[in-house]
């Protein structure tokens, strides 16, 4: 009996060296709930994060992880503070490195995941990605919230008009002195 993708949880940690030697693809999902720095920001906590991951070796011998992460998450609209969705999709693009100085030879083309030996936890690799891909700010595509009475020239005209400060000195001004 074969898991469809849907069903199928991605391991927590694997060594990605070993991964890209054997060329090793993994499909599939991620509770959001075990991501607890994107899981304060949503409002749906049973939400899953679909992923796709290939690792490889390049002909520069690079170790590389591409793929795709994919979530519907319900962030929180920013004029009204209900729940907004947003679609994430985000391509990950990672070349495996043991440390800084080796990550400064890679191509501007990968962004380096530093790691040294033995196996890394792949959920903050995958909420990294989702960090850096959500939206800055969140809003209804509808109008949300009713118009405020700033600008509204309705609202405006029931307000009594102010009396010049100007308008005392006028008075003295126009008056015969003494």
Known sequence: MSNT???????????????????????GQIPLREMPRVAELVLDQDALVAVKLHFSVDEQRFKL????????LQLPCQRCLEPAPVSLES???????????EAKNF???????????????IYIVIEDEILLNLPMVVYHDHDCIGKTSFGDEEADSG???EKNPFQILEQLKGSPKS
């Open 5 to 27: 993708p849907e069903q199928t949880r991605l391991p927590k940690l694997l060594d990605p060296r070993k991964f890209a030697q054997k060329g090793i693809e993994l499909e």
């Open 65 to 72: 992880i591409t793929g795709t992460v994919s979530a519907e």
């Open 159 to 161: 307000l009594e008009e």
């Open 91 to 101: 391509s990950v693009n990672l070349a495996v490195a043991w440390d800084e100085d």
């Open 107 to 121: 191509p501007k083309r990968f962004d380096p995941l530093i790691h040294g030996e033995g196996q890394t936890d």
